[in-house]
């Protein structure tokens, strides 16, 4: 009974040292992500007309091409996941491009060892890479897929900036039985990352929260800018009716990171200045 004891107490008092290193996985049960912005490249001279709505015309910005990489809870994580099809590199060049696959090495991940990407939208340059990570679940909201793998390409479809060639890497990965479907608002897909919509930068586009201490809102394209934020101006939206919604789910944004300064845009290179950085990686959490 006394080495039972004994035992017991000793167990007591490792959890209660782990609770006290790790305050809000012990608290929530919940993994205690890091987050890193990994850029992969750089498109100068972007009108910021058509990033913040109301901007002057001749107004032009250095925009950020970047994808999230998560980490936690035995999985690894990539919040959308970049381009690299010719096509839309001789459209949009991109300077100290390196490919999405590539560009997680630098972190340390192999691109096969990444077990999830979370899609924020079906966009040429956030569902581009998707075929990069052969062993990964991919994520994305349910109607996103259903209008750009149907309606979007019927008369009086809607299908700018969406590659057909990502669509097919989409179904094909639906195929094999890798693919989820989220099913609308605050959503929780993996333990302690939620899905929101609302903002409607595409048809069903999704921005997420993940969890900790403290917690931070990963935007994509539903707030390019911490311009948007600070002048409480929309991103390009889905159609112009959306840009009310758009700015009230900037808002929620804000409310859900606690703070304005935990709600990462999409596409600004201020976030490799605001949080320290390495070479192509800004340290999030």
């Known amino acids: 009974m006394a080495t039972y004891t004994t035992r017991l107490f000793a167990l007591a008092a490792t959890v209660l040292l782990l609770s006290e290193a790790l305050p809000g996985a012990a608290a929530t049960g919940k993994p205690e992500y890091s987050i890193e912005a990994i850029r992969y490249g750089t498109i100068a001279g972007f009108p910021v007309s058509a990033l913040v709505m109301g901007a002057p015309k001749d107004e032009k910005t250095d925009i950020a091409m970047v994808v999230w990489l998560i980490r936690g809870g035995g999985r690894t994580i990539l919040f959308d996941t970049g381009f690299h099809r010719e096509a839309w590199l001789k459209q949009f060049p991109t300077a100290d491009y390196l490919r999405p ?9 192999k691109p096969e060892d990444v077990t999830d990407v979370i899609i924020s939208h079906a966009h040429w340059d956030h569902m581009g890479g998707i075929d990069l990570f052969p062993k990964a679940t991919v994520w994305i909201q349910r109607q996103e897929f259903a ?14 900036g969406i590659d057909p060639e990502d669509l097919k890497a989409l179904v094909q990965r639906n195929t094999e039985g890798r693919l989820r ?4 608002d605050d959503v929780e897909i993996l333990p302690g990352i939620r899905a929101y919509t609302g903002a409607r930068h595409t048809f069903a586009s999704q ?5 900790g201490n403290p917690s931070f809102v990963l935007a994509s394209d ?5 311009r ?9 939206t889905f159609s112009e009716a959306d840009q009310p919604g758009n700015i009230k789910n900037q808002e929620r944004m804000i409310a859900l990171a606690g703070s304005a300064d935990r709600v990462v ?3 600004d290179p201020r976030q490799f200045e605001r949080f320290p950085t390495q070479g192509r990686i800004a340290r999030i959490r």
């Open 222 to 226: 539903n707030c390019y800018l911490y």
């Open 147 to 160: 209008y750009y793998t149907g309606d979007a390409w019927q008369p009086g479809g809607r299908h700018g």
């Open 181 to 184: 479907l989220v099913d609308g």
């Open 207 to 211: 921005y997420i929260r993940v969890e």
């Open 101 to 109: 696959d590539e560009a997680v090495k630098l972190a340390g991940v």
């Open 228 to 236: 948007n934020l600070a002048e409480h101006k929309a991103s390009a």
């Open 265 to 267: 845009p999409g596409h």
